[in-house]
């Protein structure tokens, strides 16, 4: 299955999908999608958002994203992403999510995207090992 197409095809067409357009129904169907497929289609994604956060080791990617939607802000993002701020938040996650695909299907793409998180990683002051 081609998944950069279909979660194209879901970004411009929500309703056809059973969802209603909300950041938090983007990432449930993404988070389903991934376990649908033994948790290995997004294997990498957040790795590839930390370092761009530069923060954030502890989170998951759909707070990652919305770190990076709204960097101004010190809470309540997912307030945002549920308001004013959702369509930046949505394209935000496709623009990253495509993005990813890609990087992901270079040769060793997903080598490549461990490699700079692991890089960053030992970088950290409070990282051991």
């Known amino acids: 299955m081609d998944y950069r197409k279909l979660f194209g095809e879901i970004r411009r067409y929500p309703g056809l999908h059973g969802l209603d357009g909300s950041y938090h129904d983007y990432c449930t169907f993404l988070l389903g999608v991934d376990t649908g497929n033994g948790g ?16 954030g080791d502890n989170l998951t990617w759909p707070a990652l994203v919305l770190h990076l939607a709204f960097p101004d802000r010190t809470e309540g993002w997912r307030d945002e992403a549920a308001g004013a701020g959702r369509d930046t938040a949505n394209d935000l996650l496709f623009s ?34």
Do not use: C, M, N
């Open 96 to 129: 990253l999510l495509d993005e990813f695909f890609e990087k992901q299907a270079q040769p060793r793409g997903t080598a490549a995207i461990f490699d700079e998180y692991l890089t960053w990683l030992k970088a950290q002051p409070w990282h051991r090992g």
């Open 40 to 55: 290995q289609l997004l294997t990498g994604f957040r790795e590839s958002l930390v370092p761009r956060v530069g923060d």
